[in-house]
């Protein structure tokens, strides 16, 4: 099983930014899947809100995050980015990231780690 570690999570304030990290350490297949980044608010579903593909070419913003948001790989480190700029409350969630299916982003291939918390202050 591939393990993908979420980081990069912490208090910013609105307005504000910060990257998350998704590693997948020792995975040298990271670079032949998407990576989608997810969030989830308590109570709620998790939802996508970016993805890209295996190649890069393809990419995927959810509406409320388009504009503010940019996914990106390196696939030499093993490593996927979720940077977030001008960070609004609604943003706050834990955030997780998961390889995905290269023609459907909604659908994760791997089980969930544990994600990483951005709590957004005013």
């Known amino acids: 099983q591939v393990h993908l570690v979420e980081s990069g999570g912490r208090i910013v304030q609105t307005g504000g930014s910060l990257r998350l990290s998704c590693a997948a350490p020792g995975w040298p297949s990271f670079g032949d899947y998407a990576v989608g980044w997810f969030r989830q608010t308590p109570g709620e579903e998790r939802d996508l809100v970016a993805a890209?593909?295996?190649?890069?070419?393809?990419?995927y913003y959810a509406k409320s995050v388009k504009g503010r948001f940019n996914v990106s790989r390196d696939n030499v480190k093993n490593t996927a980015y979720l940077q977030m700029d001008n960070v609004k409350p609604e943003d706050a969630a834990i955030y997780y990231c998961?390889?995905?299916?290269?023609?459907?982003?909604?659908?994760?291939?791997?089980?969930w780690g544990q994600g990483t918390q951005v709590t957004v202050s005013s």
């Open positions: 890209l593909s295996a190649n890069g070419r393809s990419i």
């Open positions: 998961n390889t995905v299916h290269d023609s459907d982003f909604e659908k994760s291939l791997e089980p």
